[in-house]
């Protein structure tokens, strides 16, 4: 069984959407916006919705997004990573770069190292030991308040606190300055601009990096696709939209 889903034309241009940790089903909102103008690629990661049984690595991680792009994308997709999601898109990047026409890093603008990295450690384990079926229960009940009943639904569908617990652990440590520098191409770096632990670690993680432009935006959190979805989904088109074939 294929770990993806598509939308859109088949012989469009390629996005390929990854999600962050604890919740696969995040990009409804756009799909619906860009499944006109292109080939629509939504990954579950491994812990997480059809690769539930898998334990997440980052390898493995890569691997996928790259299973995707080769089966569904002709070879050559823009990937768009979400919090955990941008970190494995950064890894795609810089092992397969000849795959990727661009890179969307959405919330993950903080190396994930020294007192930060400790932060996603702790982050990491109390997923881990929370009570699984109260988290979820909490934080189902927040996505409907927030972002109403058909997307709780969605979110719910894919929750699991413990195997996104996992995830955020094995990149504690790692460095991916590194692997948007190896990668070389196309970078924006998407953050909601009340994010404030990725929006602090903005400006040193893009310095002396080529090819990366910034943008925030207004009134979102974390999850800036959820919080200002068109915005996002609009700048993801239009960054698309200005990429070389």
Excluded: K
Excluded at 48 to 66: C, K, N, P, Y
Excluded at 122 to 131: D, T
Excluded at 217 to 239: C, I, K, W, Y
């Amino acid at each position: 069984m294929a770990a993806w889903t598509t939308d859109g034309p088949s012989d469009a241009p390629a996005i390929v959407f990854v999600h962050g940790a604890v919740v696969s089903g995040l990009w409804g909102p756009q799909i619906a916006r860009t499944r006109d103008r292109y080939r629509c690629i939504t990954v579950d990661l491994p812990g997480h919705g059809r690769l539930a049984a898998q334990s997440f690595t980052l390898d493995a991680a890569v691997e996928v997004i790259r299973a995707a792009i080769d089966a569904e994308a002709g070879g050559r997709a823009v990937v768009v990573g979400l919090s955990l999601g941008g970190y494995v898109a950064m890894a795609v990047g810089a092992r397969y770069p000849d795959r990727v026409r661009g890179l969307v890093v959405a919330d993950a603008s903080l190396e994930p190292v020294g007192v930060a990295g400790v932060a996603v450690l702790a982050y990491g384990w109390l997923l881990r030991w929370l009570p699984a079926g109260l988290t979820r229960e909490v934080n189902v009940g927040l996505f409907r308040r927030a972002y109403g009943r058909t997307l709780a639904t969605e979110l719910a569908a894919g929750y699991d606190s413990r195997a996104g617990g996992h995830a955020v652990r094995q990149i504690r440590g790692r460095r991916f300055r590194d692997r948007v520098r190896a990668y070389g191409g196309p970078v924006l770096v998407l953050n909601g601009d009340r994010d404030r632990v990725f929006t602090a670690g903005e400006r040193r993680f893009v310095a002396g990096l080529a090819n990366v432009s910034v943008r925030r935006l207004a009134g979102a959190r974390h999850l800036s696709n959820l919080d200002r979805p068109d915005d996002f989904a609009d700048a993801v088109a239009t960054f698309a939209a200005g990429l070389a074939s």
